[in-house]
């Protein structure tokens, strides 16, 4: 590796491209990292991977392609809290960018990519208290597409631990917030009955988080209203609409489309036609229901052209592979009541999901 001239011609490329720019510092410590993560892996086969990987390290953080940081995150130096917190600053200051961006373009890849270009998920509860304060501090359109984002956040990149924590961050400084948002303590309430309502959050993960809290203090106070709202009568379509509803239609307006447009492709309809209706919705953290529908669909009418259709939706990147997996385990949870209507709902469920695992729609288990 000191032999400059002897370089791959792989490390000059990624070399000129973060020179040039078109690798991002946070682009590159990400592919370094995710590198690092199957070493193990790769030594099975390489035997000198890991030394390999530690010479590769240091020329890119000697050519200055490769942040410094990551020798630090690597474990080879202690990161100070001086520098953590200096991480952190940045990292708060680069969001505020990011979700004001949202708000006036409401643009959620985009704002996907521009998280994933940040490179640091460990921070991703901060995202979550940050963008629900940034709403709380706006009109109810904010609000409703801060919960629309956290639906697609939380398929995409988002675990349920992180929204746990956000929202345990949120809560712990509820006081705080309250001193600047009125009514601060109720918005909260209807970000968490929401989040439960659109299966970001289970029941189980409120008491979670309440057992986090202080007692008696206004953030648990929070989380029991939450409860409350839940429990009440008719509270997932009373929930939905808190808001206004900013994408337009209730979860049974939804259902309706859906229906009437999968209906229109099974007699006959153009696959680009039925994608572009799907997008029209604007719901994609809903595209789950357009795959239980479909399936169900194609076994009722037996005919098999529902699976064109979840094709052409996966390559298009229109349904990711979680709201398949999601579609797919709804379907198979009332395959007993399809079998009252439908006698080889079982096999044709069967055939259905060797199909989409064959075709990388869904994750062999």
């Not at 009125?182 to 309502?197: H, K, Q, W």
């Not at 999968?262 to 795959?291: K, S």
């Not at 592979?321 to 006698?343: H, S, W």
Request: hydrophobic content about 40%.
């Amino acid at each position: 590796m000191e032999n400059r001239s002897a370089e791959p011609l792989i490390l000059k490329l990624l070399k000129e491209a973060s020179e040039e720019g078109l690798i991002s510092s946070s682009q590159m410590v990400k592919g370094f990292s995710r590198l690092r993560e199957s070493l193990d892996d790769l030594a099975l086969d390489i035997p000198s991977a890991k030394s390999l990987f530690e010479s590769l390290v240091q020329l890119a953080v000697t050519d200055n392609w490769l942040d410094s940081s990551f020798v630090n995150s690597n474990g080879d130096g202690p990161v100070t809290e001086a520098e953590d917190d200096e991480k952190l600053k940045r990292y708060k200051e680069e969001i505020v960018s990011i979700i004001h961006e949202y708000f006036l373009s409401d643009d959620i890849p985009e704002l996907i990519r521009s998280l994933v270009d940040l490179g640091s998920p460990e921070y991703n509860p901060v995202f979550l208290k940050k963008l629900i304060t940034l709403a709380m501090d706006r009109k109810n359109r904010e609000k409703e597409m801060a919960s629309v984002l956290l639906s697609t956040l939380h398929i995409e990149i988002f675990s349920t631990q992180d929204i746990v924590d956000g929202f345990t961050l949120l809560l712990e400084s509820a006081e705080d917030t309250a001193l600047d948002i009125l009514d601060a303590s109720n918005e909260l309430a209807l970000f968490l009955a929401r989040a439960v309502i659109d299966d970001i959050l289970a029941p189980l993960n409120l008491e979670e988080i309440g057992n986090r809290l202080a007692p008696n203090c206004n953030g648990s106070e929070t989380v029991h209203v939450a409860q409350s709202l839940i429990a009440a009568r008719h509270a997932g379509e009373r929930l939905l609409r808190c808001w206004g509803g900013g994408t337009g239609w209730a979860v049974e307006d939804a259902k309706d489309k859906i229906v009437k447009l999968l209906e229109e492709y099974e007699t006959g309809g153009v696959v680009g036609e039925a994608c572009q209706c799907i997008r029209d919705l604007g719901m994609p953290f809903f595209n789950h229901e357009v795959v239980k529908k479909a399936l169900v669909m194609a076994m009722e009418k037996k005919n098999d052209r529902m699976l064109d259709l979840l094709q052409e939706c996966y390559s298009e990147g229109l349904i990711t592979t979680n709201q398949m997996t999601k579609g797919f385990g709804r379907v198979e949870d009332g395959l007993d009541d399809l079998a009252l209507d439908i006698p080889d709902a079982v096999d044709k469920f069967k055939g259905y999901h060797e199909h989409a695992v064959v075709r990388g729609w869904l994750v062999s288990v």
